[in-house]
């Protein structure tokens, strides 16, 4: 079978490197590896995502945009009922919201790829917000029910197409021995953003009709979340997942 030109070129730029070197870097990464292991785990993976200043923003961008996630995903239904809408015109309206959401989900891929996970966040924040402000408006002006069940599909879909991506820049930016535990800790953490959301649509709906709560607890949560994402967290595309914050989590742990 012939080899690929890829493993030829990293096999050559591999042998091109001295015997020794390539020993003592064997054995650099055999004790890397070994202290990985060895601070495995949930709370250890919190530790580490809070020790850098990358991971802690993210971290605290993904917390602030899940309290948004009540809001987003709950009460839509409610929404157009309370709003007016008929049982037939509900029923259009969810007709069209999996087939945009399933559209949407398909193409974040490439986009991701081609452009990079932030600014497919911050996209994707930006059209969640149009997309629940033209729904809450569709809903209350009875425009064509088609028409608000694309506006639901959009603010839905590009809000979970932003909170995935988060989730998926977090297991770029961890080392690989710890990505898993990363992952639970990331789980663990945004249940802090999702009691907060509950608990102020349950004093919202108390004094504000469902639609407005919910543009009231979502639409400011999803815009901070995206102007810190912004401003403090660094792209992932291209990250080398093998070798990632290896040396500054034993240099952590060591302190």
Not at 21 to 37: G, M
Not at 138 to 166: A, E, S, T
Not at 226 to 244: H, I, N, Q, S, Y
Request: charged letters at 20%; glycine letters at 8%.
């Amino acid at each position: 079978m012939k080899d690929t030109k890829v493993f030829i070129k990293e096999r050559t730029a591999y042998l091109s490197i001295p015997y020794e070197e390539r020993q003592a870097r064997k054995a650099r990464e055999k004790e890397s590896k070994k202290a990985l292991r060895n601070q495995s785990g949930v709370l250890n993976a919190v530790k580490y995502i809070f020790s850098a200043k990358d991971t802690k923003y993210l971290m605290i961008a993904n917390i602030v945009f899940d309290a948004g996630m009540p809001a987003i995903a709950l009460y839509f239904e409610s929404s157009m009922h309370i709003a007016g809408m008929t049982t037939q015109d509900i029923t259009d309206a969810l007709f069209v919201l999996p087939i945009v959401y399933a559209l949407l989900t398909f193409v974040s891929g490439f986009i991701a790829d081609a452009l990079g996970r932030k600014k497919t966040v911050l996209s994707a924040s930006v059209l969640s917000i149009a997309g629940f402000v033209l729904f809450a408006v569709g809903i209350n002006k009875l425009w064509n029910p088609y028409l608000i069940g694309g506006f639901c599909g959009l603010y839905q879909g590009c809000y979970w197409i932003g909170r995935d991506y988060m989730n998926i820049m977090m297991t770029e930016k961890v080392p690989t021995d710890i990505r898993a535990s990363a992952v639970g800790a990331v789980g663990m953490l945004t249940m802090i953003g999702l009691a907060v959301g509950y608990l102020l649509m349950i004093v919202g709906m108390l004094v504000l009709p469902v639609w407005l709560t919910c543009l009231v607890v979502a639409v400011p949560f999803i815009a901070c979340a995206a102007v810190l994402f912004r401003l403090r967290v660094r792209e992932t595309k291209g990250a080398d997942l093998d070798a990632l914050g290896e040396d500054q989590w034993i240099m952590d742990n060591e302190k």
